[in-house]
């Protein structure tokens, strides 16, 4: 925030625009995006009742965020603090609270709220970091921090905070992670395909419920062998093992996807 009082308001109306270019594919010239893009509107509209705040005229800061809100269906109160290079994307339905927190190049989508739990004063909405991206319809809430590089995926509710690039996808918002790769061109798709999509993940994000339902089925096949082991040996040893039929899950391919796994 502070380097954004070295510059001048034309510098910064200039970085608002021209982020604009890096995020979105449909904009095609300066004219184009001053004229018909509602969220570089806002902004624009914030950065002046923002600055009507600080000076403590409340009320005409409140009255030029509402006409801003009117005219392009997002709500910035002029207390919240932006950084640089901030882009709202689409932008219709998105609210941003008192004390909510931008950093430098985030970028947010249409039906985002950055809300509060609480109707006590003081630090009530969310911080984000530098490079957050939150997708559409996400709901971000509570005094927490999503720290930097993070995604928020489309329609998920985040009430903890969130760790340096993590994915967060979900009601409520559960952390996934993209597999590590040693190919740094792999890498360096991967991060393309992340930074530019309207609901904060790409097709390579995987999903964390069925991670975690793969993972409990392997390990039951893993501890069904390891009984069948146990059972060998106490035979083997002149033991004697109660015989019984395990109960088939009807319809379930599950051994089938695991064997042809083991093949591919």
Aim: with cysteine.
């Amino acid at each position: 925030m502070s380097e954004m009082r070295k510059l001048s308001v034309w510098q910064r109306f200039k970085e608002d625009i021209y982020c604009v270019f890096e995020r979105d594919p449909a904009a095609r010239n300066v004219f184009e995006i001053v004229t018909t893009y509602p969220g570089v509107h806002a902004l624009t509209a914030h950065r002046i009742s923002h600055w009507f705040w600080q000076k403590n005229w409340k009320w005409f800061a409140r009255f030029l965020s509402t006409i801003a809100r009117w005219l392009t269906g997002i709500e910035i109160h002029p207390g919240a603090k932006i950084g640089r290079r901030f882009f709202i994307d689409h932008g219709m339905g998105v609210v941003i609270g008192e004390t909510a927190e931008i950093g430098d190049d985030c970028t947010l989508y249409h039906g985002v709220t950055l809300g509060g739990t609480s109707w006590k004063g003081g630090k009530r909405h969310p911080t984000l970091e530098n490079d957050v991206v939150v997708g559409a319809g996400a709901k971000v809430l509570g005094p927490i921090t999503v720290h930097a590089g993070a995604r928020v995926g489309s329609n998920a509710v985040v009430v903890k905070d969130v760790e340096e690039k993590a994915t967060v996808v979900g009601i409520p918002g559960r952390v996934v992670r993209a597999q590590k790769s040693q190919d740094e061109k792999a890498k360096e798709k991967l991060a393309q395909s992340v930074g530019f999509d309207a609901y904060g993940t790409s097709n390579q994000t995987p999903d964390p419920v069925a991670s975690a339902i793969h993972g409990l089925i392997e390990h039951i096949h893993i501890t069904d062998k390891r009984v069948e082991q146990l059972c060998q040996t106490i035979r083997q040893l002149g033991g004697q093992v109660p015989e019984g039929e395990m109960p088939e899950l009807d319809g379930c391919e599950l051994d089938k996807e695991r064997d042809q796994t083991k093949v591919d």
